[in-house]
């Protein structure tokens, strides 16, 4: 008797081995599957919903990190991957897998400072970089006093706030967190040179966004980082940054969208270019991209044309969801770049 198997029981067989994180039961061979960073996840969920009314696809998408979503997607478990960590050029070379930024986010500090309002403390890289290294201990301390003209400090101590890593859901945060850290700050460049997976002298961990979401709620004195959208919907008070100019910079809508415009995409060949402490007026210095990751051979593939739709899709009449969930899409022309490119993968 022979026995045929699709790829489809292949990969659900080989997900319930090589993952505890949940069963996923397909329905069907024109069923899509996704796993990977968590930051994506508002904004994914309003995409999914919504291209119900047009294409009317069935996706599952598991929001659980970036390395669990590569090692998925390098496996063949899943139909695509959405990471904060992209993958390098050799690593797609050899999966035969093409990678395109699907959405921006800016990462926001968040300080629960009695009397101090959003957007009214604000904080520079070198402060910042002060705080987590150990040596700004308290709220008045003389730095951030001169850096915050006429805003009463208090005789507080600074409890800073940073998420689990390096296999953590909220990894890409803490990417985008450390690499403006490292960019913005001298201190910290010697002390955390790149390759360094330990970059907390001081302060507590947290293992969820949710976690750090009621932490810094209950906890006077306490800073941490979040997406923007998540300390927006939880009514936290959000630092304002100041740039290389010592300009302050809030973070809004505005800030994302002109820090995304200020990336080089002429030297970006492969899509993936420096997000952190870009120049220009106006510009969030802390931004992380979700890439999206898909095979590059879709023809003649059941899943295939959905991939296809879906992805075009986000980047066309999803992107004003991108917008109304809190993040930024790639620019127009890279958007079209990338559609002409999933069309040759799949026609």
């Known amino acids: 008797m ?33 796993a990977g960073g968590s930051t994506i996840r508002p904004i994914m969920q309003s995409w999914v919903e919504e291209q ?29 991957a959405v990471l904060e960590i992209p993958l390098s050029d050799a ?3 050899a999966s035969d897998l093409y990678q395109f930024p699907l959405a921006f986010a800016a990462i926001v500090f968040v300080a629960n400072v009695p009397g101090v309002a959003t957007h009214q403390l604000r904080l ?14 308290k709220w008045n301390d003389p730095a951030i006093v001169a850096g915050n003209p006429g805003l009463t400090l208090p005789d507080l101590e600074i409890h800073p706030l940073f998420h689990a ?10 990417i985008g967190v450390t690499s403006y850290l490292l960019a913005a700050n001298e201190d910290w460049r010697a002390k955390f040179p790149d390759g360094i997976s330990k970059r907390w002298a001081v302060g507590s961990m947290v293992t ?26 939880s009514k936290l008070p959000i630092v304002a940054k100041l740039d290389q100019a010592g300009k302050a910079v809030q973070a809004n809508a505005a800030s994302l969208k002109a820090a995304v415009a200020a990336i080089d995409w002429v030297k970006t060949p492969n899509l993936v270019g420096k997000l952190v402490d ?46 109304k969930r809190g993040g930024e899409p ?18």
């Open 165 to 174: 890593e390096p296999g953590g859901a909220m990894l890409g945060d803490t």
């Open 278 to 323: 870009l120049p220009g007026d106006g510009v969030w210095p802390v931004v992380i991209a979700s890439y999206g990751i898909v095979p590059r051979n879709l023809k003649g593939k059941p899943a295939g044309q959905a991939l296809r739709a879906f992805f075009k899709y986000t980047l066309s009449d999803g992107a004003e969801i991108t917008v």
């Open 91 to 93: 690593q797609l070379a």
């Open 52 to 80: 119900k009314k047009t294409l009317n696809l069935n996706i599952t998408y598991q929001a659980i990190g970036s390395p669990n979503g590569t090692s998925k997607i390098l496996a063949g478990i899943t139909d695509f």
């Open 208 to 233: 969820t966004g949710e976690t750090m979401t009621e932490t810094l709620k209950v906890l006077s004195g306490a800073i941490g980082y979040l997406p923007l959208g998540a300390a927006v919907s």
């Open 330 to 347: 790639p620019p127009l022309e890279i958007r079209q770049k990338v559609m002409a490119q999933l069309d040759k993968f799949a026609t």
């Open 2 to 34: 022979t026995i045929n198997l699709s790829r489809r029981t292949l990969a659900a067989g080989a997900a319930s081995l090589l993952s505890a994180v949940s069963t996923v039961t397909w329905a069907g061979e024109g069923d899509l599957l996704g």
């Open 124 to 137: 520079s890289g070198q402060m910042l970089g002060g705080i987590y290294a150990g040596k700004i201990k």
